[in-house]
């Protein structure tokens, strides 16, 4: 009976996100890519302040030029979540 809960509640779950399993682990992924990128970002910033700073007085190497840390933009977005009461309605009756 626990597991045949705890499998119902997980599928409630997805329903509530509007995914499906596969997609629920493969948004996994999407935010551990997230994650990661953000904080590569906020290193090279870091670094990227330090650096201009230690070479404003050394005028050779402040003329060098430096690539800019790109930030990963906002967070995806599920398309496919309409909320609750229309995802269930989606699955009880596909179209």
Not at 6 to 12: A, I, K, T
Not at 17 to 37: A, H, I, P, Q, S
Request: aromatic share 14%; charged share 25%; glycine share 6%.
């Amino acid at each position: 009976a626990t597991t045949l809960s705890m499998f119902v509640s997980f599928h409630l779950y997805l329903i509530y996100c509007g995914m499906t399993t596969n997609e629920f682990f493969k948004w996994g992924n999407v935010k551990r890519w997230y994650k990661e990128e953000l904080k590569r970002f906020e290193l090279e910033s870091v670094a990227q302040a330090d650096l201009t700073k230690s070479n404003e007085s050394d005028s050779a190497a402040a003329t060098k030029r430096v690539k800019k840390p790109m930030h990963p933009g906002l967070f995806p977005k599920n398309i496919y979540n309409g909320g609750f009461v229309n995802n269930m309605t989606e699955v009880l009756f596909p179209r």
